[in-house]
């Protein structure tokens, strides 16, 4: 009897859960039903956000992030509650308007990290003006075919929404309460999903998304959505800030450089170019892995291996810079100052008070100009060379440029020089000593213009001997019909051209007196996989090599990273075999040439945050607008938060948090001095 009743009431217990779980399927089934249009809306805007983390970072714990995919499942459910509110007939407008919005995010950040390296910003909406001067840059070298992916969300979403209406699904009729019910019900999950989010937040989450100098991080821990609405208020908040946070901002400030002394301290170079005039190459894109590189025994930069032969060569030497990219470069180079983490300086920060090389040079009676044959516009140069300290900007409007003699951008680097030197020589004719900055254009993307270069081949020749004695001439393809060979042959120009104006200099009696600085403004940007080509081609295949094979050279996020470093040099023409003529290869970055020029030259900025190389030798510190940094020990991704030994030396926990608090302090400082214009000895009277 006992066990009739006990298998009654497993039988009556079973029923019960089957009976419960078919009611659960059912409302399941029935949710689902009645909310086809929300679910494709949610599901097709977090599609987008995963492919977005797929193609910009790469690896499986970042676009299958469970904490980037949580908030954007959050806030797809949140935004699309809101279409509860409309009738049913009209509920597809507000979804298609808000899906069309999120894709619109996704294909912005989709091109913008393809150039840049990054996640866009609004605050770069004021630099659109400047689009269609590198338009067909952005065309031909940004823009790709995952870029239109993203429109597979909004054509869903329309394809549900057509089937759905050829259903009669939208004659049912819903009353206002219940549309309000439905809308708030859907919200109050949105509010459970957003505080599931919270919970799986960690304290570094929370710093690094207050501060947003980590764009990258942010996306692969908050989603994009989250990011570009976090984006938008740090955008804002500057301009608040600069009204209210000025005290806080002061006393950082004045805290950091507490210790620094009013003057500097000396070393064996102190003085020693005192008195020198000085030109200073903008070298546009080049890159250091492209000096002593021979395509069929063919130097591609025979002037710059010449340069750093005879004179004062850094060949660890990193740009830092941000989407201001050349105006970035200027920027650091002139005032030792970081980017901005909120638009670039150039646009967003012009009317800010900077200590400059320029205006030192000017306190020694320096003359001070600066030469770039483009619109005196671009970048904002017109406004910012005045205030960086220049006496005079040369521009488009004062050099003759035709369609003949333009190559990509603007007026050819080879016509701009010798169109500089009659302009040169009349400054000093004129003055005991100047300092000019001279910008160059060609070498700039989408390196296009191939046929005017010059003849320089980027593939491999070679002599075979037939079996009847006979030898022809094999050519295999190598680098031609690439982005990167393309590159190679606009660098060999642009090093042809920088050959020619120090012929011109010296014809002219300009290198007399004179000290020639060289710095490359920022890498060219070109995909990972050229380089893998460049460095494990197997000509006889004409494919890579595998990576088992032992000529196969390993290039990962890694070496590109580090493979961006730029050339810095100084050069005289007597410099050959002096104490000068050396190779330094402790690492530098671009915020240590105006301490290390000024050693040399004799002027010194208090506020400067890099350091003279030769003061700090192997200690020194390159931290990027990122947050990521390198030692001569270490390369630091702080995206990953992981690092790659450069060294034999083990890396300590501590060494890496202690580098991590430095280059958060030296960048939220840098800010404040800008956003905050905290360098204005004026400002603090007018706080008062």
């Known amino acids: 009897m006992k066990k009739i009743k006990a298998s009654l009431s497993n039988l009556k217990e079973n029923i019960s859960n089957k009976i419960t779980r078919i009611k659960k399927e059912h409302l399941i089934s029935l949710y689902i039903k009645n909310n086809i249009l929300f679910l494709t809306f949610v599901i097709t805007a977090v599609f987008n956000s995963t492919i977005l983390r797929f193609f910009c970072m790469h690896m499986l714990e970042n676009y299958l992030s469970f904490k980037a995919i949580l908030a954007d499942v959050t806030i797809a459910v949140v935004i699309g509650a809101f279409g509860y509110l409309f009738k049913p007939k009209n509920r597809f407008t507000y979804l298609i308007i808000a899906n069309i919005f999120l894709t619109a995010i996704c294909m912005i950040n989709s091109v913008y990290y393809t150039f840049y390296t990054s996640f866009a910003s609004v605050s770069m909406l ?91 991080y942010i996306v692969m821990r908050f989603g994009i959505y989250i990011y570009q609405a976090n984006d938008v208020i740090t955008t804002i908040q500057p301009k608040i800030n600069s009204m209210f946070g000025y005290d806080k901002a002061k006393k950082e400030f004045t805290d950091y450089f507490a210790d620094v002394k009013d003057e500097p301290d000396k070393n064996e170079y102190s003085n020693i170019f005192e008195g020198k005039n000085v030109i200073v190459i903008h070298a546009e894109s080049m890159q250091t892995n492209a000096i002593g590189l021979k395509f069929n025994d063919k130097e591609v930069t025979p002037t710059l291996n010449k340069l750093t032969k005879e004179g004062m060569y850094f060949s660890n030497f990193y740009s830092q810079v941000s989407v201001g990219t050349s105006s970035d470069s200027e920027l650091t180079y002139n005032t030792s100052l970081m980017p901005t983490k909120s638009g670039t300086a150039f646009v967003s920060y012009y009317d800010r008070t900077y200590i400059s090389t320029p205006k030192l040079l000017k306190e ?106 006979t030898t022809e001439e094999v050519i295999h393809p190598y680098m031609e019909g690439t982005k990167l060979g393309n590159y190679f042959k606009s660098y060999h120009y642009a090093d042809e051209a920088l050959g020619e104006f120090i012929e011109e200099l010296d014809e002219a009696g300009l290198l007399e ?161 800008i956003v905050f214009d905290l360098l204005n000895e004026n400002k603090e009277l007018e706080t008062e």
């Open 126 to 216: 004021s630099l659109t003006q400047y689009i269609g001067d590198v338009g067909d840059a952005v065309v031909e070298n940004v823009l790709q075919l995952k870029d239109i992916v993203y429109i597979i969300s909004p054509i869903a979403l329309t394809i549900v929404h057509l089937k759905l209406k050829k259903k009669n699904y939208y004659k049912k009729i819903e009353i206002k309460s219940e549309r309000k019910k439905r809308m708030l019900s859907t919200l109050g999950a949105g509010g459970i999903l957003a505080l599931l989010f919270l919970v799986t937040m960690t304290p570094l989450d929370v710093s690094r998304f207050a501060k947003q100098w980590n764009k990258e």
């Open 364 to 469: 020694k009676g320096y003359y001070t100009f600066s030469m770039h044959a483009n619109n005196a516009d671009f970048w904002n140069r017109r406004t910012m060379h005045k205030n960086l300290g220049y006496d005079r900007f040369f521009s488009k409007q004062d050099y003759e440029v035709t369609k003949e003699n333009t190559i990509g951008l603007g007026l050819a680097d080879k016509e701009f020089f010798k169109q500089s030197i009659p302009k040169l020589q009349k400054i000093n004719s004129e003055n005991k000593n100047w300092y000019g900055t001279l910008i160059m254009l060609t070498n700039h993307t989408p390196f296009s213009d191939t046929e005017k270069y010059g003849d320089f081949e980027v593939n491999i020749k070679e002599t075979i001997t037939n079996e009847d004695g």
């Open 513 to 673: 007196n004179t000290v020639l600085v060289l710095y490359g403004d920022h890498d060219a940007r070109l995909p990972k996989a050229d380089y893998n080509k460049l460095y494990n081609y197997d000509k006889d295949t004409e494919e890579l090599l595998s990576d088992d094979d032992p000529n196969y050279r390993k290039y990962d996020s890694y070496q590109y990273e580090l493979g961006r470093k730029v050339p810095f040099l100084i050069w005289t023409k007597d410099m050959a075999g002096t104490k000068l003529n050396k190779e330094i290869t402790n690492v530098m970055g671009m915020y240590d040439v105006m301490p290390t020029l000024g050693n040399m030259f004799g002027f010194y900025n208090k506020y400067q945050l890099g350091h003279d190389i030769f003061n700090i030798n192997e200690n020194n510190i390159v931290v990027f607008p990122n947050g990521n940094w390198v030692t001569n020990k270490v390369y630091y991704n702080s995206q990953k938060e992981a690092y790659l030994s450069l060294s034999d030396e083990a890396i300590s926990e501590e060494e890496i948090k202690n580098n991590n608090e430095y280059a958060n302090k030296l960048l939220d400082v840098s800010d404040n001095i």
